[in-house]
Structure formats: C-alpha cells, structure tokens
C-alpha cells in the first residue's frame, strides 16, 4: 500500500494537537515542591542525644565518609560507696556527603536510633568540601525526618508493637487474678479467648 | 592491524585507498558514557572497529573483596545503574544459595515484582534513547515520563530512584507501605495504557524503520561465539531466557505470564521490537505478581541475621536474567564476612564485543544505529 503523501506529517502534528490540550506533566520546581515519599533517602539526620559514640555507623560505612570524635568523661557515683562510671562523650559528628552513597547502612546498623533519613534534598554547594556537614547541620536536619509509612496489612507485625503488646498482656494477666469479677470463675472458654488476644 | 598506511586525521578527505583511523568518544555524546570505538574507515564505510573499553573502570571486583555481603550490594547495584534492582539480586541470591538460606514467599513475590518493574524502567530508557539517536527527539520525553510515573513507585517503597538498595541477604530491607501495592498497579496500568507511544509513534514510524530494518543483522553464530545474551540475543533468534530456563524468583509460577520475545532478523529493528514486546511483557508480570501478592497470607519479608554474616566455604554461580542480559555473580567464600573472590559477569561487556563483527563492512551513518541497538549500559561494561 502506497502512502498519502504526507500523511506520517499529519499523524504526527495529530499527536501534537492531542498532547497539547493535556495537563503538562513537568513540575516547576523551585516554584513548587515535589512530594517526597517518607521513606526517601535525602539527607542524614543525626539525633545526638541518641548517639553512643559506638562507632558503627563510622566502621560499617561502605566508603568510610563519617567521622567521629569523642572523649570519656567519668561520672561520680551516684550512691555513696559506688563506682565512678565513664560515658562517650560526643565532640564530632560529620558526614562528607560528596563520599555517600546513599546507602543507609549507618541508619540501619545504628543501634540506639540516632540516625535517620530525611527527604530533605536542597544541599547543594559550590565547593565539594562544603559537603562535609557538622552534627549541628545534621541536627537541623532531624527536625525534617518524617514519620515512617504505615505498613501493608500483609506485612509482619512490626517488633516493637510485637514487644509492646507482650508486655501489655503479661500486665493484664498480673492484674487479671485481682479483679473480682463475677465472670471470672468456672468460665474457662473466656479466659482462653483473653490468653489469645 | 593492517599494513596499510594509517593517517589519523580529524576531518576525511583523504585520497582514495587510504585507510582512516576515527576514533568515536570516548567523550562522544552517541556512546552514551565513555565507550570509545576505534573505527577504521575506507570512504565512508567501516573496514574493522575494536571497542576500546576501560575508561570507567572503578575495580568492582576488587572493591567487593573488602566488603561485607550488605556493603556489596551497595556496591553491586552500581555497574549497572539502569537495572540496580536486578544487580542486587545476583549477589543475594548467591550468599543465599551458599547459606541454603530459604527467603519468605512475601519477600519472593515482592522481589520479582521489583525486578520486573526495574525491567520496565530500564527498557524505557532504551526505547526513549534510540529513537533520539536516531534523530527523533520527541520519544525520550514519552519514556521519562513513564518513568517518572515507576521511579515514584520504586522511590516509595525503597527510598531511592536509581540504586534501590532494598534487597537484602534473606529478603528485603523492610516491608511495603500501606497502599503501596494500590499504586504500583495504578501505575503500571498508567504506564501500559501509554505504551503506544512506542508502538505507534515510535515503531511505526517510517524514517525509524528505514534507518533499522536491515541494518547490522547479527547471526546467531555471532551471538554464541560472543557470549550475547538478552533481547539482543533474542532478536537475532537465540531463544534463551534465565526466566524460563533457569526460572529463579517465582518465575517458576509465572511461567503461563511469562512470553520470550525472539525474532530471527537480527537487526536493529528486531532488537528495538524485542525490547518493546518484553516491556509490555514486563508489565504483564508485574500485574501477575501483584495479583499473587494480594492472595499471599501475611508475613515477615526477611529474615533475621546474624550480627556478623559469614558465607560458608565454597562457592557458586548465580545468573540472573538481567534487563540487558545474564549478570552472574561467581562467588567464592573462604568462609570470612567478605567473600574471597566475586567474580561479575556482566551483559553488555560481551554485548558489546559484538561491535567488531557488527560494525565491518557498514557505512559511518549507521553506526550509531547499530551502537544504540545493543543497549548497553557504560558502567556494565567497564564494572
């Protein structure tokens, strides 16, 4: 079949009139913000009240770009007679973010829960070596960390609620013996189904 | 080389029978990355090319030797930076063969659900570059845009657009979001319901057909004595697919889902349309595994590990069959945290020794036809 001359011109031009009257698809960005998902790997934030000085996060960095320094402080005892207790104490917290990869390890090995991500995204900086952010400037940053999504309703139990809910029931089981209720006794089908719960 | 005289100069014009060393990149915007293709040219036809490879290497390998199993995946899903899903899978399903480590049915399912959407957004790449080397520069817009609409979804789940960093040894890093599963299906239907674009305006058009049909028909001869895989392979009639005839993953269970596209022509038609047909395919799994996902009951999605992870002594193979072709992993463990030896086989490294069978006797004109038909990614062959 012999084509109408300049027929591919004006399927093409069709395409152009159809996409025209649609709604643009690009954001103007300074303008307006994108919507990040909280789970998005922007920016570290550091919540140094947290931190032990473990060093983890700085050992299981795949590129090495956190540092940390730190000294011992001892703490009088507490109680006459007691012992003298040494703790870390925080003087540098740093992440060259012109090394990070983005990975998340020190956010995942983290143990204490000092280290977050944040969606936060505008950082740029002229000189590389501007990119070596102090704790303060990762502080600021904590205040941007959103909170985590809720889980699919097929997903595992997170641990903490696992954690939470044993410990509520071993305290409602304490309790159970000194109600006095009138249901309480000879029912032993009820107090299966509590022992589920 | 050959005894002719050799006269390397930068524009052509030289007498009749002299050969012309030209080099294309490795800075050459056609090479998308740092490939550079020593070609030697008689007129305007090519009588040999050799790739010259290496610019980019960053000594993965080695890297991997000083890094633990989660520190490899960091480093693995980087080689090749349009399929960083299907990269991870490689190493984990190695270290869990070595473990004899059974990973959750939420995790499976989950996994190639993610590797299939990686699938997509890697092949959308492709079909949005091609036609632009070719000098048709609407299509790339379709295909960013689609991909914007996946890298959303990828983005959600994982934290991250390009290198996911989502799988771990014994299943994922952590569960989906709420709703999550919701709009990954919105979004494959958005992306499917698009998908014309490429079928229509892309394909149909007539000066991207006459610049493909016909033009570096690769046998399947070739294909072997090279190591090809993927749809490269498969559009020069090489019917082999890691999905169906190793299937890892679920694919097992996909298997009626599953569609090997091959052709016979071995052109750069055949490759573009073996790359549309398992996009459209890709989606189809991605549908079917969220269906099974859906039906699956609840549970954990990885599994827990030990402080410090060790893989046993030993060692094996894990192939998997990558957007752009086999990416195996040969792993071999002295029973230390890191492995002893991770060797990387990667596709478009032998993809793209092709070139030199490929490339003699075409004219100057096609060759960037022909480059961009073995969709290849710079990092994947440089590692």
């Known amino acids: ?197 | 080389m050959t005894p002719t005289t050799e006269t390397t100069v930068g524009i052509g014009g030289a007498a009749e029978s002299t050969d012309m060393v030209l080099n294309i990149g490795p800075q050459h915007p056609s090479t998308h990355g740092v490939l550079r293709l020593k070609l030697v040219l008689d007129g305007e036809r090519i009588t040999s090319a050799e790739p010259v490879i290496g610019y980019m290497h960053r000594g993965a390998e080695k890297l991997f030797e000083a890094r633990d199993y989660r520190q490899i995946i960091m480093l693995a899903n980087r080689h090749d930076w349009l399929s960083a899903f299907s990269n991870e899978l490689g190493v984990v399903l190695a270290v869990e063969r070595m473990l004899g480590m059974e990973v959750p049915t939420r995790a499976v399912w989950t996994r190639t659900l993610l590797a299939e959407l990686n699938r997509v957004l890697n092949h959308l790449m492709f079909l949005g570059s091609y036609p632009l080397e070719l000098g048709g520069i609407t299509p790339v817009f379709y295909a960013f845009r689609e991909r914007e609409v996946l890298q959303n979804v990828m983005e959600e789940v994982s934290g991250g657009r390009m290198h996911y960093m989502f799988n771990r040894v014994g299943g994922l890093k952590e569960d989906l979001p709420a709703g999550w599963t919701t709009r990954a299906r919105g979004a494959v239907a958005a992306v499917r319901s698009r998908m014309d674009v490429f079928d229509d305006l892309v394909l149909g058009n007539e000066i991207f057909r006459g610049r493909t049909r016909g033009v570096g028909a690769l046998s399947a001869e070739a294909v072997h004595a090279y190591g090809v895989s993927g749809p490269v392979a498969r559009a020069s009639g090489v019917d082999f697919d890691l999905r169906r005839d190793e299937p890892y993953l679920a694919y097992g269970e996909l298997q009626d889902t599953l569609k090997v596209v091959t052709r016979t022509d071995g052109d750069c038609l055949a490759r573009f349309e073996c790359l549309l047909a398992q996009t459209h395919n890709a989606l189809d799994l991605a549908d079917a595994c969220l269906d099974r996902l859906a039906e699956l009951a609840p549970g954990p999605v990885n599994q827990r590990l030990p402080k410090v992870l060790k893989a046993p002594e030993g060692h094996t193979y894990a192939w998997t069959e990558n957007p752009l072709g086999i990416n195996g992993y040969y792993l071999v463990s002295k029973g230390e945290k890191t492995p002893y030896r991770l060797k990387l086989r990667s596709a478009s490294y032998n993809n793209i020794q092709a070139l030199a069978e490929l490339l003699p006797g075409t004219l100057v004109a096609d060759m960037v036809a022909i480059l961009g038909s073995l969709f290849f990614v710079v990092g994947d062959i440089d590692k």
């Open chain 1, 1 to 197: 079949m012999a084509p109408v001359p300049g027929s591919g011109l004006a399927k093409g031009l069709a395409v152009t009139l159809r996409t025209m009257t649609r709604k643009t698809v690009t954001e103007q960005y300074p303008d307006a913000q994108p919507e990040l998902p909280p789970r998005t790997r922007g920016v570290i934030g550091l919540f140094e009240e947290n931190c032990t000085v473990c060093m983890l996060c700085a050992r299981e960095c795949p590129d090495w770009c956190i540092y940390i320094d730190s000294h011992k402080e001892t703490v009088p005892a507490a109680t006459p007679g007691g012992r003298d207790r040494s703790r870390n104490v925080l003087d540098r917290f740093a992440i060259d973010f012109a090394l990070c990869m983005y990975c998340g390890i020190c956010i995942e090995v983290c143990p204490f829960d000092a280290l977050f991500w944040s969606p936060e995204f505008e950082y740029a900086e002229t000189d590389i070596r501007d990119l070596t952010h102090e704790r303060d400037k990762l502080r600021e940053w904590m205040w941007t960390v959103p909170a985590p999504p809720a889980l699919d309703p097929g997903a595992e139990e997170p641990k903490e609620l696992a954690a939470a809910r044993k410990a509520a029931d071993k305290l409602a089981a304490q309790q159970q013996p000194d109600q006095p209720g009138p249901d309480h006794p000879g029912q032993p089908d009820e107090s299966g189904q509590e022992g589920r719960t």
